[in-house]
């Protein structure tokens, strides 16, 4: 048998037993899941290892210079240290190096939070205001009309996720009334956006299935004689 | 105090590479880099250890007396042959390429176009349960977006209005989309800034 065969008709067993969820839940589905995990689970072990732990650990620590040595002892170390992550009882030993890689996740993801995201969007929200880009009145007045919808939009959107309240005595806990209207154009902003996003993946998940569809066809002609 | 070496290293480990990235001092940038060099290799052995503790769990579950769990055979088996093809052919082998052509790939794509499925199934019973203007909008705003998609209306983009009212619906997303983004952003520098000080500490379990 053709080994190119052999593995469109693993794949073509896969779809169907993957899309049998459709019918409902169903050992077949459980079947290709668990099959879907192990295959993603060896993959992985195997990318890490050779891509990330052999070059960047192994490799220094055998064959690097002294100096290349010594800068590769610590994460060696550490990286010992976690393996005591796996027995309940020597798990604290593992904390050290738990304690590495969240302190620098979380710089990594402060300074890409600011960076990235916060100035980034910042600017987005100011960019429409920078009217020396812009041509005619009827433009310029489009472009700040469309740059103000957005402002509104954002600011709403970011009071609507803001829940602190004053309590008074005796009266039930509310928002300030400013902050409730603008919370209410917020669930408006809210709802649109999680209505075009939930189209979006829709979309992506149709074209999925017709591509699914598309394969099993061609796989059947395959098959066939 | 709990964990007093382990707070240490998470706060200077944090503060320099933080500290590096954003203050322009000469000596703090090769820092950062060995830091950010060495943290590389920990998170791929961490990663390797919850893979070992994902067949521990299901070597356990295959093993139990009570509630046996037969299907943890094939993930177990899976998970031998396709390490071992690794380990024997490399990562770049085209051979070994092949599990991701023929076993990930289909899989990941009928389940993604599962969820055409199970979204619709999922997006009528909600509106079956709750009927407020919400839902409504929500539902409106999903429809007309499919609509505009699908590029049924890419017709009518040679008529100015319609294509300047188009354009105008197009950003009507991106602004709760900025607003829920900055969100986001708040509340990770929040969360990062609270491990960096000491506050949280997830890893004195």
């Known amino acids: ?225 | 105090m709990r964990a007093p070496i382990s707070t240490a290293i998470a706060i200077a480990t944090g503060l320099l590479i933080l500290l590096g990235a954003f203050l322009p001092i000469p000596v703090l940038l090769p820092i950062r880099q060995i830091l950010l060099s060495w943290t590389i290799p920990v998170a791929a052995t961490a990663g390797l250890i919850a893979i070992l503790n994902l067949l521990s769990v299901h070597w356990r579950k295959l093993n139990s007396a009570r509630e046996r769990d037969y299907y943890s055979i094939f993930l177990l088996l899976a998970f031998a042959a396709t390490f071992a093809a690794g380990l024997i052919l490399g990562p770049t082998d085209p051979d070994f390429q092949k599990i991701v052509t023929h076993i990930q790939f289909p899989v990941e794509a009928s389940l993604m176009g599962v969820l055409t499925v199970t979204l619709t199934y999922a997006s009528i019973r909600l509106f079956q349960r709750k009927r407020g203007w919400l839902a409504v909008l929500f539902t409106a705003s999903t429809i007309l977006f499919l609509i505009l998609l699908s590029g049924f209306l890419n017709i009518s983009e040679n008529i100015p209005f319609v294509k300047d009212f188009l354009a105008a619906l197009n950003t009507l997303p991106i602004a709760g989309a900025r607003g829920i983004l900055l969100g986001i952003a708040l509340g990770s520098i929040t969360t990062g800034l609270r491990i960096l000080i000491g506050a949280d500490r997830p890893y004195s379990g």
């Open chain 1, 1 to 225: 048998m053709d080994v190119d065969f052999a593995w469109t008709a693993v794949a073509f067993i896969l779809t169907l037993l993957t899309l049998s969820y459709i019918l409902g839940d169903n050992p077949l589905f459980r079947l290709a899941a668990y099959l879907f995990v192990g295959v993603s689970a060896g993959y992985v072990a195997v990318i890490l290892l050779f891509e990330v732990i052999v070059p960047r650990l192994v490799s220094p620590l055998i064959f690097g210079s002294p100096a290349e040595k010594m800068l590769a002892l610590v994460p060696a170390v550490l990286s010992l240290l976690l393996l005591f992550k796996l027995s309940p009882r020597l798990t604290t030993l593992g904390n050290p190096s738990m304690a590495f890689l969240v302190g620098s996740g979380a710089a990594v993801i402060v300074g890409g939070a600011v960076s990235g995201t916060l100035f980034g969007q910042i600017r987005g929200a100011i960019q429409p205001f920078a009217l020396s880009q812009s041509g005619s009145g009827l433009q310029t007045g489009g472009q700040l009309f469309g740059g103000l919808i957005l402002l509104i939009g954002t600011i709403s959107t970011l009071v609507y996720f803001q829940f602190s309240a004053r309590r008074k005595a005796n009266q039930q806990t509310r928002r300030p009334a400013v902050i409730q209207v603008a919370a209410f154009g917020g669930q408006i902003f809210i709802a649109i956006t999680l209505g075009a996003l939930y189209a979006g993946v829709l979309a992506a998940a149709l074209t999925a299935l017709i591509e699914r569809f598309d394969f099993l066809r061609t796989a059947i002609q395959t098959f066939l004689p």
